[in-house]
C-alpha cells in the first residue's frame, strides 16, 4: 500500500543554518504531497503542498518540489530560526477518500 | 473564524471502560476525518465522514471503534471495551472535499486518551 518514509531525527541546528528533512513516498496513481507542521503545544498544521509532479510548494521559507522520477519531497529551508523547531510530517493524500499517510515524523531542533 | 474543536482535551479511564470522543468541525467542511497519533509517530487514518455517511472506514483497528455523524456536522468516535493500547492522541480534521479536489485537512488539537 502506499506509504511515506522522512529522515529520522532529532536534527538540531543552529541559528541560520541550512535545513533539509528527506522525505519519499510509495504510491500507485499521482498522489498530492503535504508537509505539516506540529509547534510544541499545538495542533498539526499544513505548512506547504503541491498537487501534481514538478510543483514547488512554498510557506514561510520553506520549499520542497515533487519530484516524480525520485518519488521524493524534500523539505527545505536557506535558514532556520529558533522559531521553526517543531515536528515535521511530510504526508501524501491518496485514493478516492482524500485519507492522509503520514511519515513518523522529524523533531528540528534549533539552537540560537 | 472558529477551528476544529476537540473535546475532551484529556481523557483517563480504566481498562474494559467506554469512552466517546467529540469533533466539531469548522462550519461548512463536509469533509471530517479521525486519525490516531501513537507517541513517536504519524497519525494514521482512522474513518472519513463525507456528510453524515462513513464513505470509508477501513483505519478503524476492530469492532471496539465506532464512529457518527448523524446531522453531518459534530462526530463522535467511540471506544468499547478499552484496552491499554488504545492509548494515543486522537485527531480530528474537516475540510470541503470538493469533488476532484485536494482540499487541505485542518486538524483539531486532539483528544490525548490514556487507558490504565
Known amino acids: 500500500g502506499d506509504s511515506v518514509t522522512q529522515m529520522e531525527g532529532p536534527v538540531t541546528l543552529s541559528e541560520e543554518a541550512f535545513l533539509t528533512i528527506n522525505c519519499t513516498y510509495t504510491?500507485?496513481?499521482?498522489?498530492?504531497l503535504f508537509w505539516y507542521v506540529q509547534y510544541p503545544g499545538e495542533g498539526l498544521q499544513l505548512l506547504l503542498k503541491?498537487?501534481?509532479?514538478?510543483d514547488k510548494g512554498s510557506n514561510k521559507g520553506f520549499e520542497a518540489t515533487y519530484r516524480k522520477e525520485t518519488t521524493s519531497f524534500h523539505l527545505e529551508k536557506g535558514s532556520v530560526q529558533v522559531s521553526d523547531s517543531a515536528v515535521y510530517f511530510c504526508?501524501?493524500?491518496?485514493?478516492?477518500?482524500?485519507?492522509?499517510?503520514f511519515g513518523t515524523g522529524t523533531l528540528l531542533a534549533v539552537q540560537p | 473564524g472558529a477551528g476544529v474543536s476537540q473535546t475532551p482535551s484529556n481523557k483517563v479511564t480504566e481498562k474494559g471502560k467506554y469512552v466517546e470522543l467529540r469533533c466539531d468541525p469548522i462550519?461548512?467542511?463536509?469533509?471530517l476525518y479521525w486519525y490516531r497519533q501513537s507517541l513517536g509517530q504519524g497519525p494514521e487514518f482512522l474513518i472519513y465522514?463525507?456528510?453524515?455517511?462513513?464513505?470509508?472506514d477501513s483505519g478503524l483497528p476492530n469492532d471496539r471503534f465506532f464512529a457518527v455523524r448523524p446531522e453531518g456536522s459534530v462526530s463522535t468516535l467511540k471506544i468499547q471495551r478499552t484496552e491499554r493500547g488504545d492509548s494515543a492522541v486522537y485527531l480530528c480534521?474537516?475540510?470541503?472535499?470538493?469533488?476532484?479536489?485536494?482540499?487541505?485537512?485542518?486538524f483539531g488539537p486532539g483528544t490525548r486518551l490514556t487507558v490504565l
Open positions: 462550519s461548512g467542511h463536509t469533509a
Open positions: 465522514f463525507q456528510g453524515t455517511g462513513a464513505a470509508d
Open positions: 504526508a501524501l493524500m491518496g485514493g478516492a477518500t482524500n485519507k492522509l499517510i
Open positions: 503541491a498537487t501534481k509532479a514538478d
Open positions: 480534521a474537516s475540510s470541503y472535499n470538493r469533488q476532484g479536489g485536494t482540499d487541505t485537512q485542518y
Open positions: 504510491a500507485t496513481g499521482y498522489p498530492s
